[in-house]
């Protein structure tokens, strides 16, 4: 027989503890300097299309080479590499608009015409 007030009574029991969020993703920073190497590239790659000699690229490869050195998975590998690769395109479409320019600027010097150095 139990009594209502019994103080040697056992507690109520409480409902199970649910599982909360695990630890987060300790990747998190090499996908967003992966992303952001990406996004650094595209723009690189538009600015030197459009002559605007910023120079970008070199921040994508760094940034790119930045987010493989942090042990990626493989979306963040994945887009660090397309990051880097975007940015050596820009890289090297920036150094020959750099040479056209310089080349179109002294072959229509009128200093240069007709072989006077």
Not at 16 to 29: D, K, L, M, R, S
Not at 51 to 59: A, D, H, N, Y
Not at 71 to 94: F, Q, R
């Given at each position: 027989?139990?009594?209502?007030?019994?103080?040697?009574?056992?507690?109520?029991?409480?409902?199970?503890?649910?599982?909360?969020?695990?630890?987060?993703?300790?990747?998190?920073?090499?996908?967003?300097?992966?992303?952001?190497?990406?996004?650094?590239?595209?723009?690189?790659?538009?600015?030197?299309?459009?002559?605007?000699?910023?120079p970008l690229?070199?921040?994508?490869?760094?940034?790119?080479?930045?987010?493989?050195?942090q042990k990626?998975?493989?979306?963040?590998?994945?887009?660090?590499?397309?990051?880097?690769?975007?940015?050596?395109?820009?890289?090297?479409?920036?150094?020959?608009?750099?040479?056209?320019?310089?080349?179109?600027?002294?072959?229509?010097?009128?200093?240069?015409?007709?072989?006077?150095?």
């Amino acid at each position: 027989m139990s009594f209502p007030n019994n103080p040697y009574q056992a507690p109520p029991s409480f409902p199970p503890v649910q599982p909360g969020y695990g630890p987060g993703n300790p990747n998190q920073g090499a996908m967003a300097l992966a992303i952001a190497s990406v996004a650094v590239g595209a723009i690189g790659f538009t600015s030197a299309c459009c002559c605007l000699f910023v120079p970008l690229p070199p921040i994508a490869i760094v940034l790119g080479v930045i987010a493989l050195t942090q042990k990626p998975d493989n979306t963040a590998k994945t887009l660090a590499i397309i990051g880097i690769a975007c940015g050596a395109l820009s890289l090297a479409l920036w150094i020959v608009m750099m040479i056209l320019g310089i080349a179109n600027a002294t072959l229509n010097n009128p200093q240069f015409r007709g072989g006077n150095f």
